[in-house]
């Protein structure tokens, strides 16, 4: 009794998959005019206080900025150790070159708190 049915709406299923029409092309198209690219340059601790921008002569950005232990949520697990990573709170230093965000520890103290002036 149930078969019936089942095979009417499998068959039209089937005609209607069948029958469907071309495929969707999605094809990047570039923006004309300036625009804002978001990009994160250091996503491993809570940086960004003391911020200080600049550029070289080829127009590549540098940056220098403080970074402190990023807090962690209730029940989340510490990252792994990395031995190469600087000492939090420590002073930052990244640029860009060639699309590449280069990030580097230049100075490490180990008493201070975002507090700190």
Same mark, same amino acid.
């Given at each position: ?32 005019? $300036?625009?804002?690219?978001?990009? =994160?340059?250091? @996503?491993t601790?809570? !940086?960004?206080?003391?911020?200080? /921008?600049? +550029? ?22 510490p990252?792994? $150790?990395?031995?190469t990573?600087? =000492?939090?709170? @420590?002073?930052?230093? !990244?640029?860009l070159?060639?699309? /590449?965000? +280069? ?15």
């Amino acid at each position: 009794m149930l078969r019936k049915p089942l095979l009417a709406l499998l068959a039209t299923a089937f005609l209607a998959v069948s029958c469907g029409g071309t495929d969707i092309v999605v094809r990047s198209q570039e923006e004309e005019g $300036p625009r804002f690219i978001v990009q =994160v340059v250091d @996503a491993t601790a809570s !940086a960004g206080t003391g911020l200080s /921008l600049t +550029t070289d002569v080829d127009g590549n950005p540098h940056m220098t900025y403080v970074a402190f232990e990023r807090s962690l949520a209730e029940g989340e697990p510490p990252p792994p $150790p990395d031995p190469t990573a600087p =000492v939090l709170p @420590a002073v930052m230093h !990244a640029h860009l070159v060639e699309n /590449l965000w +280069t990030r580097s520890g230049v100075a490490e103290q180990r008493k201070v708190t975002p507090e700190d002036g």
